[in-house]
Every structure is written in structure tokens, then in C-alpha cells.
């Protein structure tokens, strides 16, 4: 059975930095394509960076240069390393995992980004 688990987030002040994770259970974590999402409230869930089976990562504009993604295949997790966090980064982050056509999701970790 597969199963996602996200950690890591909490309450910062602006500028700061939080460190999320996503912990996978199951067979799949070699072949799958990770991604972390946010959704803020009364907002759509929206991507934030991917990486894939093979280590190519992406991002969103808005989290270029300050956000990275990274992932231990040792370990079945998937990091993202969030710095300079703005207000507007507040959300709940969601870890993904992608196999074919099957989707796996986190429970979700609230960032909240606040003086």
C-alpha cells in the first residue's frame, strides 16, 4: 500500500525558511515523477516544483531562486527547502507522486508566513 506522508511545516516570519517532507511508503518511490503543491484558501491548488524519476526538477516563477526540490532514494523522501518566504507562500503544501497514470497524495502541511 502507498502511502505519502508530509512533514515539516509550521509558522514563520517573513524572510525565514522551512524545510518540508514527504516520507513514501510502497514500492513506487524509484519510478515515480514527486511534486509539492500548495493551496492557499478560497484558491485552487496550484503546482510549486517537480522532480522526476530521473532528477529534472521545475518551479513555478514565483518560487525560482528561493524554493528547491530535492529527493533522497535512499530514504523514499522528497525534500523542499523553502528560504526567503514571503506572506503570499502561505498555504497548505501537498506532496505528490505520479506512476503512469496513477496519482498518490500527502495529507498536507500548513506554512503559514506571518510577523
Known amino acids: 500500500q502507498v502511502q505519502l506522508v508530509d512533514s515539516g511545516g509550521g509558522l514563520v516570519q517573513p524572510g525565514g525558511s522551512l524545510r518540508l517532507s514527504c516520507a513514501v511508503s510502497g514500492s513506487i518511490f524509484s519510478s515515480a515523477d514527486m511534486a509539492w503543491y500548495r493551496q492557499a484558501p478560497g484558491k485552487e491548488r496550484e503546482l510549486v516544483a517537480g522532480?522526476?524519476?530521473?532528477?529534472?526538477?521545475n518551479y513555478r516563477d514565483n518560487v525560482k531562486g528561493r524554493f528547491t526540490i530535492s529527493k533522497d532514494n535512499a530514504e523514499n523522501t522528497v525534500y523542499l527547502q523553502m528560504n526567503s518566504l514571503k506572506p503570499e507562500d502561505t498555504a497548505v503544501y501537498y506532496c505528490?507522486?505520479?506512476?503512469?497514470?496513477?496519482?498518490?497524495w500527502g495529507q498536507g502541511t500548513q506554512v503559514t508566513v506571518s510577523s
Open positions: 505528490k507522486a505520479k506512476v503512469r497514470w496513477v496519482l498518490y
Open positions: 522532480i522526476t524519476s530521473d532528477g529534472s526538477t
